[in-house]
């Protein structure tokens, strides 16, 4: 990669109900998006499995977005002057975070050949659509550490994605993940969650967050250093919560809590002075952004990661509209 990779990006539609990705108010939603200086977009598309250990990834009627939905969304975001980022994820029935997903590994097992064999089946299904719809970059897997433990398997995984597919390829890790897999040099870009705490209970506000993004930024540096790849953030975010820094994770609603737009803001203020100017630094998909809004003026008692209607919308744009960011 001789030019420098720079994603001004958001994901969009993550747990769309049926057909919300083919309606006019989705197009909307989109529009309004792009309308914020986004040159990248991220469209999540849902699988599942029974269990975190169970061994076969399906679609589930209604709860995946159909072929037709991931088309339409494509093709409305190049009409945007967007470039697409296509994120297969896989998702657990029991509710399980997918970070869970693992099996035992005696002698004898067949579970991870097993589950590889479907994960894989899968993956290709949509290596192939996004080769097809011209998407500039594929997601491998999101938050995935029991899979990424499979060394071997990961890199059989990857190459079976290339044969069908020449975008890049982006596979994303979890905070706190960056020193645990040694395979990450097998993709283009390396993804991370960048979910990382950055105030406590004694230390709050804009100037405590700059202080610990320090080490989170030299904790990517190194991950950089190891793999020679970009690394970028390939979801991060918090909710509009107070005290929400302290765990930006979290997607649980603490109705006690005070709402604090602020505390968004200043995230997001914060996470781009971190990073933005850093040449091994490849940019964000910022979690994340409804495929249907509310009405405007009730987008601010919404408590969940979108920025819509929010201080920190206006923060994201600010950024994103910068002059020469060296963005390609």
Not at 33 to 58: H, K, M, P
Not at 123 to 143: D, H, I, N, Q
């Amino acid at each position: 990669m001789n030019e420098r990779l720079f994603c001004k990006g958001y994901t969009w539609g993550f747990f769309s109900r049926d057909g919300e990705w083919l309606t006019e108010e989705a197009d909307h939603s989109m529009e309004r998006l792009a309308g914020n200086g986004l040159d990248w977009i991220c469209l999540t598309v849902n699988a599942w499995q029974e269990t975190f250990y169970s061994t076969r990834i399906f679609s589930l009627y209604g709860m995946t977005q159909t072929d037709a939905e991931v088309e339409h969304a494509v093709k409305k975001a190049k009409s945007l002057g967007l470039k697409v980022c296509l994120k297969p994820m896989v998702n657990c029935l029991d509710r399980a975070w997918r970070a869970r997903i693992s099996f035992p590994t005696e002698e004898g097992t067949t579970y991870w050949d097993d589950w590889f064999r479907s994960y894989t089946r899968f993956m290709v299904y949509y290596a192939s659509m996004a080769e097809k719809l011209g998407c500039e970059m594929l997601c491998t897997g999101c938050e995935m550490a029991g899979m990424d433990g499979q060394s071997a398997r990961c890199r059989k995984m990857i190459a079976a994605v290339r044969e069908v597919y020449n975008g890049l390829l982006m596979h994303n890790i979890n905070h706190g993940d960056e020193d645990r897999f040694d395979w990450l040099d097998a993709v283009d870009v390396i993804g991370v969650s960048g979910y990382y705490p950055v105030t406590d209970a004694e230390h709050t506000g804009i100037e405590a967050m700059r202080e610990r993004w320090k080490p989170a930024v030299t904790r990517l540096e190194r991950l950089h250093e190891r793999f020679k790849r970009p690394v970028m953030f390939a979801e991060i975010g918090v909710r509009n919560e107070q005290g929400c820094t302290a765990y930006p994770w979290d997607f649980h609603d603490r109705p006690e809590k005070c709402i604090d737009e602020q505390e968004q803001a200043d995230f997001y203020e914060t996470a781009m002075e971190a990073t933005w100017d850093i040449p091994w630094f490849a940019g964000y998909f910022w979690w994340d952004w409804k495929a249907v809004l509310p009405p405007v003026e009730k987008a601010r008692e919404n408590r969940d990661f979108t920025v819509y209607g929010k201080k920190a919308e206006q923060t994201l744009k600010k950024w994103y509209c910068r002059e020469n960011c060296g963005a390609i």
